[in-house]
């Protein structure tokens, strides 16, 4: 498993591989349980980082600029780490998808 806290990057053979189906093409796709793990967490991190964002204009507006650097930052981590997963799955997808015969 990777670190989510570093965005993971996607191979640059899976991108060619990808790239290389037809557009059309209808694909059959393999996914473990650890790659639905990544999108549906990183949607969910994602959500939570909004909320932090929310949190930090509130923050702004109450004249708490400590409460708002801290909300930001924190959305901040939680946005990378969330582009980690969802780019984890994406390179799932990409690596395993083969033309439905």
């Given at each position: 498993?990777?670190d989510h806290s570093e965005a ?74 969330a582009f980690g997963r969802i ?5 799932a997808i990409m690596a395993g ?5």
């Amino acid at each position: 498993m990777t670190d989510h806290s570093e965005a993971a990057q996607i191979a640059p053979e899976a991108i060619a591989r990808w790239t290389g189906l037809a557009g059309d093409a209808p694909l059959r796709i393999a996914l473990t349980r650890t790659d639905l793990d990544n999108l549906l967490l990183g949607l969910r991190t994602l959500a939570i980082g909004q909320s932090e964002l929310a949190a930090a204009l509130v923050a702004h507006l109450n004249q708490d600029p400590g409460a708002c650097h801290e909300a930001v930052m924190h959305a901040g981590e939680l946005s990378r780490a969330a582009f980690g997963r969802i780019n984890a799955f994406a390179g799932a997808i990409m690596a395993g998808a083969v033309p439905e015969r």
